[in-house]
């Protein structure tokens, strides 16, 4: 168990270029869940997959967002046309029982800043 | 809708002081909450945890106790150490999503001197 993994720790880009987050859960945990950090605040929801399956989006993950996991496994998290408002620390969890016992493991983050 | 507010920080405490970070939440159904914990350079970690009224969830000598009479669910530890040191974030899952889906509160900073 090496625990959930992301890549790569700081991005920064200038305003208007795409970037792409990966994510590496806990092997057989086959949920997988995305959270945006702002300075200051608590993470908030983006969305969640459940294996290969998005089943649930947040209002907050405009179009410009997208999110896959093709394979049940790693997943990956695209911003388009990045604006500074996108700036944030993005976090990724994984948890594998369903109910009242499920457990989230969060990543240490990737932090991205838009210039 | 769902929201946690939780105490603003940052809170600065000696070793062995009482903490208290306090939690309020709204929800429309019968959430579970949560405290999470993030330590310097790290993720967040569940630090306890309870699922109904009542309930007290307890871990590394924190407590928590479930009050649906005021939507609360306070953190407390009868005394703190160095090692406390991190932001701790209050948060609820609703009952008719999957727990996954937390909403957090804004976290407080707490920093404990020697």
């Known amino acids: 168990d090496t625990g959930v993994s992301q890549d790569p720790r700081h991005k920064i880009t200038k305003r208007g270029q795409n970037v792409t987050f990966r994510c590496d859960p806990i092997?057989?945990?086959?949920?997988l869940y995305w959270y945006r950090q702002t300075l200051g605040q608590g993470p908030e929801f983006l969305t969640y997959?459940?294996?290969?399956?998005?089943?649930?989006k947040s209002r907050l993950l405009s179009d410009r967002f997208s999110a896959e996991r093709p394979k049940g496994s790693f997943s990956t998290l695209e911003i388009q046309r990045t604006e500074q408002g996108d700036s944030a620390m993005y976090l990724c969890?994984?948890?594998?029982?369903?109910?009242?016992?499920?457990?989230?493991?969060f990543g240490s983050g990737t932090q991205l800043s838009v210039l | 809708g769902n929201s946690v507010t939780q105490m603003e920080g940052p809170v600065t405490l000696s070793e062995e002081a009482f903490l208290t970070i306090n939690c309020t939440y709204t929800?429309?159904?019968?959430?579970?909450l949560f405290w999470y914990v993030q330590y310097p350079g790290e993720g967040l970690q569940l630090l306890l945890k309870?699922?109904?009224?009542?309930d007290k969830g307890s871990n590394k000598g924190f407590e928590a106790t479930y009050r649906k009479e005021t939507t609360s669910f306070h953190l407390e530890k009868g005394s703190v150490q160095v090692s406390d040191s991190a932001v701790y974030f209050c948060?609820?899952?609703?009952?008719?999503?999957?727990?996954?889906?937390?909403?957090f509160g804004r976290g407080t900073q707490l920093t404990v001197w020697p």
């Open positions: 969890a994984s948890s594998s029982r369903q109910g009242p016992n499920e457990k989230l493991f």
């Open positions: 997959f459940q294996n290969e399956a998005q089943l649930e």
């Open positions: 948060a609820l899952s609703d009952r008719g999503s999957t727990l996954g889906r937390l909403y």
């Open positions: 929800a429309t159904g019968y959430p579970s």
């Open positions: 092997s057989e945990h086959n949920r």
């Open positions: 309870a699922t109904k009224a009542d």
